[in-house]
């Protein structure tokens, strides 16, 4: 029985991009929410799921870091997913005939010269993949959709131009979730480890904690706060490190922080993906 992995959105959407380059041998299932598409797992209608968690443009995907570690699930691989846009109309219709274009507003701004060189105008709409399957159904002759290539592909639809962004960096970084974490990944090149945690209310808690990554070493390429259960006081943290937890370096590390926090959860230990960077 072929395995399935869940993502956020349409078929066509940037999530099934990351979901197709994490695992190419596996069913993209599409969900409405984060929140459905980790129930997915949960409940094994998904073996795998693929969620965004930051974007070098927009910086972190809402919700996200709240929902990871509450979701039960483990970190097993990472994948980077450029947003290369794609102009997209029905089969026969040509770039002149296009008037206006339907994407989500996100990314009618990156394809801003674009639009404008040729007179287009832009209309928002809820998501891109899911405007690209409308005007399939549409047979609309005056309008296009900014989306994937993988949207033009789910739907029938010819595309027009490629790589219309005004920019050529806006990345998405995606984690690839299972309901059983694997940590052995001792072959991988460079092994990555993710974990929340909280420090303890005293003076100078959290210089003190992450000291004990300088000292032994550690390379910690990600650090974010957010508050938790709404209180100005009880500050979460969210941290990516270079390293295995069996690792000497590390294991010193963590327990340094250990000692000033009041909690620590390891999200997931996975083989860094190729094009980090």
């Given at each position: 029985m072929t395995k399935?992995?869940?993502?956020?959105?349409?078929?066509g959407a940037y999530s099934h991009e990351a979901a197709h380059a994490a695992r190419p041998d596996m069913t993209p299932m599409p969900c409405k929410t984060f929140e459905d598409v980790i129930e997915a797992v949960r409940s094994k209608a998904a073996d795998l799921a693929v969620l965004p968690v930051e974007n070098s443009t927009y910086g972190r995907v809402a919700d996200m870091h709240r929902l990871l570690p509450q979701s039960?699930?483990?970190?097993?691989?990472?994948?980077?997913?450029?947003?290369?846009?794609?102009?997209?109309?029905?089969?026969?219709?040509?770039?002149?005939?296009?008037?206006?274009?339907?994407?989500?507003?996100?990314?009618?701004?990156?394809?801003?010269?674009?639009?404008?060189?040729?007179?287009?105008?832009?209309?928002?709409?809820?998501d891109s993949a899911g405007a690209?399957?409308?005007?399939?159904?549409?047979?609309?002759?005056?309008?296009?959709?900014?989306?994937?290539?993988?949207?033009?592909?789910a739907y029938g639809l010819d595309i027009l131009a490629k790589d219309i962004e005004d920019y050529h960096h806006n990345t998405t970084r995606f984690l690839v979730m299972s309901p059983t974490p694997d940590y052995d990944v001792t072959q991988a090149d460079t092994i990555m480890t993710t974990f929340v945690f909280q420090v303890r209310n005293i003076p100078a808690a959290l210089y003190k904690a992450l000291g004990g990554f300088a000292t032994n070493g550690v390379n910690m390429t990600k650090i974010e706060s957010y508050m938790v259960g709404g209180s100005f006081t009880a500050t979460q943290f969210y941290a990516d490190i270079e390293g295995h937890p069996d690792d000497a370096h590390v294991k010193r590390a963590m327990e340094e922080l250990e000692y000033f926090t009041d909690s620590i959860t390891i999200l997931g230990v996975y083989p860094a993906a190729r094009d980090r960077s």
């Open positions: 399935r992995i869940a993502f956020q959105g349409e078929l039960g699930l483990h970190i097993i691989g990472e994948t980077f997913t450029r947003v290369r846009i794609c102009l997209m109309a029905n089969p026969g219709v040509e770039l002149r005939d296009i008037h206006k274009v339907r994407a989500h507003l996100v990314l009618l701004p990156q394809a801003d010269g674009f639009l404008k060189k040729h007179n287009i105008v832009g209309e928002a709409a809820a690209a399957a409308e005007l399939a159904q549409s047979g609309a002759r005056d309008c296009g959709v900014l989306a994937s290539e993988l949207a033009a592909q």
